[in-house]
């Protein structure tokens, strides 16, 4: 189950960033959400110069993982 409609149509580094932070604006507070846009952003710089595209899609398959994770933790919560 992905944490929001669209998962599989990410293919690119920049279309996984913009889905990640649509995944935050679901998340429950503002504080939880600010932690999660900043892990975001974190891990987009420190890949920004992977150029392997094998790597780049093992990247993106195991953040939308996390982010299953991530969504299906908060949803449970509530």
């Known amino acids: 189950m992905a ?8 293919q690119r580094p920049l279309q996984l960033y913009r889905y990640l932070l649509r995944c935050c604006r679901r998340l429950p507070t503002q504080g939880i959400q600010e932690h999660y846009r900043h892990a975001v952003r974190q891990s987009f710089r420190v890949h920004s110069d992977e150029d392997n595209p094998e790597r780049i899609q ?4 195991r953040a939308i993982e996390d982010a299953d994770w991530v969504m299906n933790k908060y949803k449970k919560q509530k």
């Open 58 to 61: 093992q990247i993106i398959k």
């Open 3 to 10: 944490p929001l409609p669209g998962a599989e149509l990410v």
